[in-house]
Structure formats: structure tokens, C-alpha cells
């Protein structure tokens, strides 16, 4: 009986001792394909992140190539501008043409000079001067043209109602109607850029975040969360942004796919018509989404375009060789741009600028010398009249010869109170 619970007790010692040594292998098994999930996981993740810095480096990239590419559109940045029923296009030599609805006088800027940006509302012009001043054209109700007194500005924006000038330190003036506080912008600062919509105003700062004011219709306003963006732009309904790595963002009303710009890719300037928007793209062709009325987003032929501008019913484009293009509604000659030319060439539009401000500093200059030479002239001329005077005084003697003497001291008198304004 002992002899077999000894065989009985070796064979579940050898059962234990295989199922030990499974349980052991298994264990072991497990471990090799724990550590291999593990190997296999971290691989994985290295692949990630060299996909993910394969990614940002490519997004880098390009950033960087829409940058020198922005910055080669610079030049062409505030050339044309496009509102409601007109047009208006700056020239290389800094003068000012404009064409369509000019029942406001909007369109009378052809005695304009050094202008250097222009913008547009929809029923005045602005135009902003070498020396940060700024002018205006067109209907004045509610003060929007009352930018006389502006200085140190070195962009302006214009919508319906309101004016909008950017300062040299990166504040913001505004002027025209407040209502809804869409001129409220004493406050802002670091400010790069502007854009003024039909009744709120857009300010674009340098961290490339964006600030409103004015009324938030339909949710336009809504771009708080907006980041890494480098260009702005408004119309009645939306606003749209350009981001650095050239898709863009919009918010507002979407009721006729104005807002459909997800899709974009590789944009380098952006614009925002009533219920349209339009973007340039880096290869110098345009987009554009939205209600198609009169055919204003027919632009998909248009090529080697550098800025574009949308209205209240019309696109227009500037090409490289200074020539424009229009297309959409053109019932008051807003589209009739075909004959302007605003410079010769891109790539010579910086030096057909400062071969314009040379010569418009030679004939200040000259005009300078001028009128200092008439002045000099004028006051050589008062000083041989006062010395003859002088010299006759002494000569006057006798009974009648005091009202001669009055005479020639009043005229002394009036020669010295000339000279001082000389």
C-alpha cells in the first residue's frame, strides 16, 4: 500500500513539476511578447514623432516659402481694392485712378499724390499718403471721411459706414459711425493689421491673434480662438483669416458656402466679398466660393495675379505686369479696368516706386528752391524800398512836408511788420 502511494505521490510530484515548468514557459512567453509589444509600441511612437517632425518640418518649409512668397507680394499689397459698386487702383508713381459708381464723388481722387495704400467703403475712398497722412473722397455721413487731423498711419482699412487707419506704434484710430462700437478701438494695441466690415472692425496683432469690435451678426466676430494668423478679411456677413502655412479660416454666415475654405491650400492673400470669398494662390492663380451672381467668381482662369479685391458684386485681380482684371456684375463700370496699368512690373514695381518718390523729391525741392528765391527776392526788394525811404526822410523839411513824412514812416512801418512774416 506505502509502495503505491510512493508511485501515486511520484507521479503528481511529475505532473507538478510539467505544469510548473508550462506555467514557467508560458510566463516566459508572455514576457517575450510583452517586451515585444513594448518594443513594438515604442517603435511605433518613434515613428510618430519622426512622421510628426517630418510633418512640422515640411509645414515649416512651406510656411517659409508663403513668406518670401507674401513678401514679394508685399509691394502689390493695397494696389486695388474693390467695395460695392467701385474700383480703385493706385499707381506706381503714387497717384490714384478709380472707376464706377461716383454718385458720392467717391471716384474723384485723380488730384491725388503720394499715395501709398488706398482702401475703399462703399460710398468713400481713402487714400494714405507717404507722410502717414491720410485723405478721403466721397459722401461724408457720420464723419467717415473726417481723417484730416490722422497721423503716423501706415495702413487703412474703409467699409460702409466707418473709416479705420493703423498707427506707425500699432494703435488704431477710427472714425464715422459708431453705432454697435465698431469704432471702439482706442484700446487696441500691437496691432499689424486692419479690416473694416459693414458695421464691426478687425484688428489682426502681432501674435497673429485677432480682436473685434462692433456687432457680432451671425457669429462673425467669433474668431477669439484664432491663432497663427497673417492676414484678415472682411465683408457684411464673415470674416475671413489667412493662416502662416496658407490654409485659411472663416467665420460667419455660411448660408452660400462663403465660408467653404477649409479645402484651401497654399493661399498667399485673401478677400471677402458680400457673400463670396476669393483667395490667391501662391502659383499666382485664384479661388474663389460662395454665390457666383454675374459670374464674380469666375476666376478660376485668371493666372500670375498678385493681389485681389472683392466688392459688393465684382473681383478684381492684379497681375504681375501692373495690368488688371475684373469679373462679376458691372452695371456701373466698376469692372471697366481693362486700360489701367499701376506699373510696369512686379519685380521693378520697388524701383519704379522710388524712381516716382525721387523725382517727387526733386520737384519739392525745386519748388522749395523757388519759393525761397521769391522770398529773397521780396525781402531784397523791401530793404532797397525801406533804405530809400530811410533817405528821404532827412530831405523832407518845411511847412508841407509833414504829411509826405507820415507817409513814408507808414510805409516803413508796414515794410518792418513784412519782413517779420518773411
Known amino acids: ?68 512668397k507674401r513678401k514679394k507680394l508685399a509691394p502689390a499689397a493695397g494696389l486695388i481694392w474693390g467695395e460695392s459698386y467701385h474700383t480703385v487702383g493706385l499707381k506706381a508713381d503714387g497717384t ?24 475703399a467703403g462703399e460710398y468713400h475712398t ?19 471721411c473726417d481723417v484730416s487731423g490722422w497721423r503716423d498711419i501706415v495702413a487703412v482699412a474703409a467699409s ?13 484710430a477710427a472714425a464715422g459711425n459708431n453705432y454697435d462700437g465698431r469704432c471702439d478701438v482706442s484700446g487696441w494695441r500691437d496691432i499689424v493689421a486692419v479690416a473694416a466690415g459693414s458695421d464691426y472692425t478687425v484688428g489682426l496683432k502681432a501674435d497673429g491673434t485677432v480682436v473685434t469690435v462692433g456687432r457680432n451678426r451671425t ?14 478679411a472682411v465683408s457684411r456677413l464673415h470674416t475671413v483669416g489667412l493662416k502662416a502655412d496658407g490654409t485659411v479660416v472663416a467665420a460667419g454666415n455660411n448660408d452660400k458656402g462663403r465660408c467653404d475654405v477649409s479645402g484651401w491650400r497654399d493661399i498667399v492673400a485673401v478677400a471677402a466679398g458680400s457673400d463670396y470669398t476669393v483667395g490667391l494662390k501662391a502659383d499666382g492663380t485664384v479661388v474663389a466660393v460662395g454665390r457666383n451672381r454675374n459670374g464674380r467668381c ?12 472683392a466688392g459688393e458684386d465684382h473681383t478684381v485681380g492684379l497681375k ?18 481693362s486700360g489701367w496699368k499701376l506699373f510696369n512690373s512686379l519685380d521693378t514695381l520697388e524701383q519704379e516706386r522710388e524712381t516716382a518718390k525721387a523725382e517727387r523729391q526733386r520737384q519739392e525741392a525745386e519748388a522749395k528752391a523757388k519759393a ?21 526822410l532827412p530831405t523832407l523839411k518845411g511847412l508841407f512836408s509833414g504829411g509826405k513824412r507820415r507817409q513814408i514812416e507808414a510805409r516803413l512801418a508796414q515794410i518792418e511788420e513784412e519782413l517779420k512774416t518773411l
Open 320 to 337: 504681375a505686369d501692373g495690368t488688371v482684371v475684373a469679373a462679376g456684375g458691372n452695371d456701373d463700370g466698376q469692372c471697366d479696368v
Open 160 to 172: 460702409l459706414c466707418h473709416t479705420v487707419g493703423l498707427k506707425a506704434d500699432g494703435t488704431v
Open 298 to 309: 469666375g476666376v478660376g482662369g485668371w493666372t500670375d495675379i498678385v493681389a485681389v479685391a
Open 1 to 68: 500500500m506505502l509502495k503505491r502511494q510512493y508511485k501515486i505521490v511520484r507521479f503528481g510530484s511529475g505532473s507538478l513539476k510539467a505544469e510548473l515548468e508550462g506555467y514557467l514557459a508560458q510566463a516566459e512567453e508572455n514576457k517575450r511578447r510583452q517586451e515585444e509589444n513594448k518594443r513594438r509600441q515604442e517603435e511605433n511612437k518613434r515613428r510618430q514623432e519622426e512622421n510628426k517632425r517630418r510633418q512640422e518640418e515640411k509645414r515649416q518649409r512651406l510656411i517659409s516659402v508663403l513668406v518670401e
Open 219 to 232: 457669429d462673425r466676430c467669433g474668431i477669439d480662438d484664432w491663432t497663427d494668423i497673417v492676414a484678415v
Open 372 to 392: 525761397e528765391a521769391e522770398r529773397q527776392a521780396k525781402i531784397d526788394a523791401l530793404e532797397r524800398e525801406k533804405q530809400s525811404l530811410q533817405a528821404e
Open 96 to 119: 490714384v485712378v478709380a472707376a464706377g459708381d461716383n454718385d458720392d464723388g467717391q471716384c474723384d481722387v485723380s488730384g491725388w499724390r503720394h499715395v501709398v495704400a488706398v482702401a
Open 126 to 144: 481713402v487714400g494714405l499718403k507717404a507722410d502717414g497722412t491720410v485723405a478721403a473722397a466721397g459722401n461724408n455721413y457720420d464723419g467717415r
